[in-house]
């Protein structure tokens, strides 16, 4: 599976609290939302979510991961506005 689209839809469902409301933004059907998360799981070998009746809570492993991602995110803003300035 696609690291990126299981990363994507981690975030999405992290930012909304949901994974139906992440598979409303991502247009796919919520059991899609399920499988890249546990795929994603599965590969980290740790929970991210703590799943309710009515939404996710991120895990001690989920809130250091979504951490991980802003940080990556910021480096690639400046990597971007550092090279188009070539």
Do not use: C, W, Y
């Not at 929970?47 to 802003?70: N, P, S």
């Amino acid at each position: 599976m696609d690291r990126l689209k299981q990363i994507e839809t981690f975030v999405a469902a992290a930012t909304k609290g949901s994974l139906t409301a992440a598979a409303l933004s991502e247009g796919v059907a919520p059991a899609v939302i399920g499988r890249r998360i546990d795929g994603l799981e599965a590969r980290l070998g740790v929970a991210l979510f703590q799943r309710r009746a009515r939404g996710v809570d991120l895990t001690e492993a989920g809130r250091a991961l979504v951490r991980h991602i802003r940080s990556l995110n910021a480096s690639l803003h400046a990597l971007e506005s550092e090279v188009v300035e070539f």
